[in-house]
């Protein structure tokens, strides 16, 4: 069974020489260690501000309930804002999100899977977004709303690439019928641009041309 492991690395972060080893914690068991050293999105993980995504392959565990994460560095601390737990079969998604820091010690850390998954897709035109830029996306429902930075998605290749649809999978309470969308682009170089053409959730489509995002856009449907 495939577990997707991503992780949003601090801008404050000052070292990219750690040792971080993850095991996940489901309702029938763990899996095995995962030494993350081996990024499918940068040849050299845990840069500052920069996402990793790494693949974890175990047997079935159930449910996820938790994980511990193992670090050890000689130079200094590992900061990270989000680590995320996907599982491409089932579409469960898992986020652990805030200001964290760890140094040659062992955290375990609880979690559950959330009841309702969101499913968004986003077709990119024209396209020249850095690296360390983070893509937000606030979802307004008549019940309630969601702001999410978008990481993890089915796909190996990063997202928000010239012409590409790319699929995220929101964790979250019931928000309604989804009335708008909010979307705006963060750590953002100033001669980047990014041209998004179409947001779908669930049964809604956004259609957007020619709208280039630097700033706040607001849609409404």
């Keep these: 069974k495939q577990y ?9 972060n000052l070292s990219e020489k750690h040792t971080i080893k993850i095991v996940l914690r489901g309702e029938r068991g763990l899996t095995t260690m995962l030494s993350l050293h081996n990024s499918s999105w940068n040849k050299i993980p845990f840069k500052a501000k920069h996402k ?3 693949l974890l392959l175990a047997s079935d565990i159930g449910k996820i309930i938790g994980l511990t994460i193992f670090h050890a560095s000689e130079e200094t601390k590992f900061y990270f804002d989000i680590i995320e737990i996907f599982v491409p079969d089932t579409k469960a998604c898992i986020r652990l999100q805030g200001k964290y820091e760890i140094f040659n010690e062992i955290i375990d850390f609880n979690c559950q899977e959330a009841q309702i998954i969101y499913i968004v897709q986003i077709k990119s035109g024209f396209s020249t977004l850095n690296e360390t830029a983070d893509v937000i996306l606030t979802l307004i429902g008549e019940e309630s709303s969601i702001e999410w930075i978008l990481l993890t998605y089915d796909d190996d290749t990063k997202p928000f690439h ?3 649809l790319d699929t995220f999978y929101i964790p979250t309470k019931k928000l309604g019928k989804i009335r708008a969308v909010n979307i705006s682009c963060s750590n953002v170089d100033s001669n980047c641009k990014w041209f998004c053409e179409m947001i779908y959730v669930h049964d809604t489509v956004f259609n957007i041309k020619s709208k280039l995002i630097f700033l706040l856009i607001f849609f409404s449907h």
Excluded: A, P, R, V
Aim: proline share 0%; hydrophobic share 35%; no cysteine.
């Design 4 to 12: 997707i492991i991503s992780i949003l690395t601090s801008e404050n």
């Design 52 to 54: 990793d995504k790494f």
């Design 162 to 164: 010239t012409g590409q």
